[in-house]
Structure formats: structure tokens, C-alpha cells
């Protein structure tokens, strides 16, 4: 056995890439260090106890290269007996090609990797990549999570050549007599960030400064990303002792328990939590970290755009992330009868209404028949004869009044949010249920005392919040029967 299939199968063991009996495809485009990587495992495969497949991305950029390249990938998969599947694609964009195509080739790879019931997917990054990609982050300044470069797993993505030079790839080819891999041209046009780094850069640290710059810039990677998983885990440990509200498109995090810690614990809290709402590596640039940081002392409500549509917003005591999804909700202020009407009679059954990503049951019934009213900001029961039909569902108006429950007198919607500490970007968001004379329930926080239930109380209004997608959650059952 070679020195370099040794080299790679001991980091393949150091790093518990694949388990034995499990189904791997290798991502194949043709080039020096895919080639290596398919001959390689295919080489091994009966040691490590893992079945091999290839997948193969035809951009058809190039014309006759781009199909003589998937020519070459066919042949030399045919020749291994490795099954292989290939994607044809039509690029119809050159703005930002280079992320565009990466989005391509790892959604095709997942998808292969589901419909033929595979478990890993295997890359021939290298230690140049590592090095190109750290000296990328640090230009665009990623802070520590982008100076890890790429790492040897990464979800079920796995890089078993992530510990050899792209030398000695090349050398590991020609020495099995492979010397027929494909070349793309584009990889030596330094019009793109990475081609002038790999082109330009490192060969100038290499002449002028340090000839081992590669290896050196791997190994302070490796340094970097173990420091990261121990700050990662500490930040996850730590925010399980936060007050953290947390949604599909949002995080929600309390101001006073994020600012006892330093600010390199605040970092990595942050970063662990907006991945997961933007469910991707992300990491924060210096001048955006420092931006949040700035949010604490702001007066009053603030937010600010952080990138690719990311919103920080700070408001009281509250600090959110919001992701694009979430954060392009928009309402047009309308008056009720704008929105919408809803048609009551006396002998309905359950329906359900929707406004916005709020769902909510209703039903009238005999009062006498709800056992045990535990209210419920989920739930509100009102008299039914002391409602005026019809029904209106909407939001907030300007001046809009309403007599709260429990309290004497009126208040003014705006008011009432705002002795509640209920976000100004959140107020617009909140359903309003109201009769043709009054408001009935700022849903989920208030009933209206006009049309409140009491001893004389004989037909009940029942209306239940069921589904509230702008805090995910699971469906709560209101705290009453109705036989």
C-alpha cells in the first residue's frame, strides 16, 4: 500500500469519517483531486467496509470541455465498476456564479443521496483548499468560525483528502498511472477571489515569505477549529441557561442574561443561534458583530440589516434575529371592514378562521356546558348577547379604543402595547377580534370587559388561538371542556 493510501486511511480512522457498511457517494467532477479521491476509496473500500457511487454536475458552461468532462467522469466510472449518476444543468445567471453553482452541486448531492438511500457524500477538498478558504475569510473578515478554512465533516459531508497538499494528490495519480484527469480552464482566470488567491497569492508567500505557507495555514486551521467546537459546545451549555424564545424564522434573546457574559462568549452565542434559523454555516464579520454590540445601548426600538437580509433588532430588554423569511412579512393597515368579516349564527359548530400566521377555532354554545374556565391567553369566552354582529377580524387601527379586562376605564390599543412592552415591529402582527361597536380580544393577550361572561351569562362566544406560526409551538389545548 502506498504512502499516501496509508496516509488517508489513518485519517479516515483519526477522524471516524464513514462507518463500516455504510454507502458513501463521492462527488466527482473530472479534476485531479476527485479523480484521486474515487480511485483511492475504490482502492480501500473492502478495508474500510463501504460501498461507493459517484455523482457528476454537467454545468454545460464549456461547451465541448464541459462534455468531454463528464465524458471522462462515465469512462473511469465505468472502468471501476462505481454506479453513477449525473445531472445535467442550464445556468442562466452569472451574478454571483461561482455560490450559485456550490448551491447546484450540494442540493443535486443531497438529493442523490436521499433517493438512493446513501449515507455519506464524499469531497476531495485538500489541505490548498483549506488555505485558499482561510485566507478568503479572513480578507472578508469572518472572524474565528471562518479561520477553521473547511473541516473533515460537516454534517454527512465527509473529506477523507482534507490531510494531503494538492502535490501530493498529483503525485499519488501519476504514480497508478492516471495522468488523463480533466483541467477547467476557469480554475486559471483570476477573475474570481479564490482563482487570484490559489494563482497569485499563495505562490508569492510561497517564493517570498514561507515555502511551507499550505501546510502552515492547515495546521493553525486545525488549531482554530478545535478551539471552535470547545466554544461552540460552551455557547450551546450556556444558552440552555438563557432566556431564549425561539421560532422557525426568529431568535428571540433576553438583553440582561446575553450581557453578563464576554464578548467572545457572545459571539459564539450568537452565531449558534442564528444558524439555526438561517440553517447554514454563518458566521458574523467583525463589523457586524461589533454593530450588534452597539444595538445594547441604543435608545428606544432599533433594528439593522446585517447580511444576506439577516435582521437584529433591539427593543426594551429584548434582542431578535429575524431571517428574510420572517422578516418580509408585511400588513398594509387597513380598517376592519378591509379585512375581513366573519359570519356568525347561533347554531354553529367549530369553524376556524386564519389572519396571518395566526389560526383560531370558534363556536357558540350553551355557557352552562364549559366546565371549569381556566382562562387562558389562548382562549377567550365571551356573552353572546352582548355582541353586536357582525364579526370582524383584523388589526389595529390608529385610535383604536378598547376597555381591558380587569382594569377601569378605556386605553388606546397603541397603549396598551406599549405599557405591555409589546415591539412596535410586532404590534402590526397582532390579530384584533372585534364586534361592529367594539374590540372583543387583542388576541392572545386581552379581552375587551364589555361582552365578559358572568352568572347571567347563558350563550357563549368560544374563540381559541390553535396554530400561531409567529412563535412555533405546538398546538395548546385550552384549559376547558365543552360537552
Known amino acids: 500500500m502506498s504512502g499516501f493510501l496509508m496516509k488517508v486511511k489513518r485519517f479516515i480512522a483519526e477522524h471516524n469519517l464513514f462507518r463500516p457498511s455504510s454507502k458513501v457517494l463521492i462527488g466527482f467532477s473530472g479534476g485531479a483531486d476527485s479523480t484521486a479521491l474515487c480511485y483511492c476509496l475504490h482502492t480501500i473500500k473492502d478495508e474500510l467496509g463501504i460501498e461507493l457511487e459517484a455523482a457528476h454536475v454537467n454545468y454545460n458552461l464549456r461547451g465541448e470541455e464541459s462534455q468531454n468532462d463528464c465524458l471522462y467522469v462515465e469512462d473511469f466510472c465505468q472502468k471501476i465498476g462505481l454506479h453513477l449518476t449525473v445531472k445535467e444543468a442550464i445556468i442562466d445567471r452569472k451574478a454571483n456564479l461561482e455560490a450559485y453553482l456550490r448551491a447546484i452541486r450540494y442540493r443535486f448531492f443531497y438529493e442523490t443521496v436521499e433517493i438512493r438511500n446513501l449515507d455519506y457524500i464524499a469531497l476531495g477538498h485538500n489541505k490548498n483548499d483549506v488555505a485558499e478558504t482561510v485566507l478568503m475569510n479572513l480578507f472578508r473578515g469572518s472572524g474565528l468560525t471562518g479561520l477553521k478554512g473547511i473541516t473533515s465533516l460537516s454534517g454527512f459531508v465527509r473529506r477523507p483528502l482534507l490531510c494531503c497538499s494538492r502535490a501530493e494528490v498529483e503525485e499519488y495519480l501519476l504514480g497508478e498511472g492516471i495522468d488523463d484527469w480533466r483541467e477547467d480552464r476557469t480554475n486559471y482566470e483570476n477573475i474570481y477571489t479564490r482563482n487570484r488567491i490559489r494563482n497569485e497569492l499563495i505562490p508569492y508567500i510561497q517564493e517570498q515569505i514561507n515555502p511551507k505557507v499550505i501546510e502552515t495555514i492547515y495546521h493553525n486551521a486545525s488549531i482554530i477549529n478545535r478551539i471552535d467546537i470547545f466554544l461552540s459546545k460552551e455557547a450551546k451549555r450556556l444558552i440552555g441557561k438563557m432566556k431564549v424564545i425561539k421560532s422557525r424564522y426568529s431568535i428571540e434573546i433576553n438583553l440582561p442574561s446575553l450581557m453578563q457574559f464576554d464578548e467572545a462568549v457572545v459571539y459564539y452565542v450568537l452565531i449558534t443561534l442564528i444558524r439555526e434559523i438561517t440553517s447554514r454555516d454563518y458566521y458574523l464579520t467583525g463589523n457586524s458583530f461589533q454593530a450588534i454590540i452597539d444595538l445594547y445601548s441604543a435608545e428606544g426600538s432599533k433594528e439593522i440589516i446585517i447580511t444576506s437580509g439577516l435582521i437584529a433588532r ?131 393577550h386581552r379581552l375587551d370587559s364589555r361582552a365578559k361572561v358572568n352568572q347571567d351569562t347563558t350563550q357563549a362566544l368560544v374563540l381559541k388561538v390553535i396554530k400561531d406560526n409567529r412563535k412555533i409551538r405546538k398546538d395548546k389545548r385550552a384549559r376547558y371542556n365543552v360537552t
Open 314 to 444: 433591539k427593543e426594551y430588554d429584548k434582542l431578535t434575529f429575524i431571517a428574510p423569511k420572517e422578516s418580509s412579512f408585511n400588513i398594509s393597515k387597513k380598517s376592519y371592514e378591509d379585512n375581513y368579516k366573519v359570519r356568525i349564527e347561533p347554531d354553529i359548530i367549530e369553524k376556524f378562521l386564519q389572519i396571518g400566521d395566526v389560526e383560531i377555532s370558534y363556536r357558540i354554545c350553551d355557557y352552562t356546558t364549559i366546565k371549569n374556565p381556566d382562562y387562558d391567553k389562548a382562549v377567550a369566552i365571551f356573552d353572546y348577547r352582548k355582541i353586536v354582529l357582525p364579526i370582524y377580524v383584523g388589526y389595529r387601527v390608529p385610535g383604536m379604543l378598547f376597555s381591558p379586562l380587569g382594569m377601569k376605564g378605556t386605553k388606546k390599543v397603541k397603549k396598551y402595547f406599549i405599557d405591555e412592552k409589546i415591539s412596535k415591529f410586532e404590534r402590526d402582527r397582532i390579530p384584533i377580534i372585534s364586534d361592529s361597536e367594539k374590540v372583543l380580544w387583542i388576541v392572545g
